[in-house]
């Protein structure tokens, strides 16, 4: 006869060490964050980092995580983490930290699923905005192969940012308007 199993079981965690990019973060109690964490094969999950030796890095960050993970469990728990990449220009330049600004909150309603091509995608696009000269222009042709990446269908090279916009927005049927268009640095585009 076989192990009886109860369904205490079931929710037993289990650690996962993956890569991942911080969309946001929220403070949470006296000295703890909850993050937001786009992850190469867990997809996008909610992640406490508790205590004050937790690791809290800026929202863009490129990380090394492990994480506690529990079935149903609406918040995981970050366990460690380390770099992945550090940023040159992202965090120095006003112009940079706008681009990586309007990205992420894009990219927090769009990412969703694990899929690890389309996580090192990212990955690599966010290090050579950080290395551009002008990340600004190249705001709209990444914006545009996330679109085709997420299963959008291509489009139009030479469509606005607000155009773009509403295709998401017809894609993503939660999508919440843009507010970091709002910035100065987007005047002009």
Not at 86 to 98: L, P
Not at 143 to 152: D, H, K
Not at 153 to 174: D, N
């Amino acid at each position: 006869m076989g192990p009886l199993l109860y369904p205490s079981h079931l929710a037993m965690s289990q650690e996962v060490k993956t890569r991942a990019l911080v969309l946001r973060r929220y403070p949470f109690r006296e000295r703890s964050w909850i993050l937001h964490l786009h992850t190469e094969t867990e997809g996008t999950v909610h992640a406490l980092a508790h205590g004050q030796r937790s690791f809290t890095p800026l929202p863009g960050a490129l990380l090394y995580v492990t994480l506690r993970l529990r079935p149903h469990r609406e918040v995981q728990r970050l366990v460690e983490a380390e770099w992945d990449y550090i940023y040159q220009r992202f965090f120095q330049s006003a112009q940079h930290t706008g681009v990586l600004i309007l990205l992420l909150e894009w990219m927090s309603q769009c990412l969703r699923a694990p899929d690890p091509s389309l996580f090192e995608w990212v990955r690599g696009q966010l290090i050579r905005l950080d290395r551009s000269d002008q990340p600004h222009l190249q705001i709209r042709p990444f914006l545009l192969e996330l679109f085709w990446r997420l299963g959008g269908g291509p489009l139009p090279t030479s469509i606005s940012l607000s155009e773009i916009e509403q295709a998401y927005q017809s894609f993503f049927s939660e999508w919440k308007p843009i507010r970091s268009f709002y910035l100065p640095i987007f005047a002009d585009l």
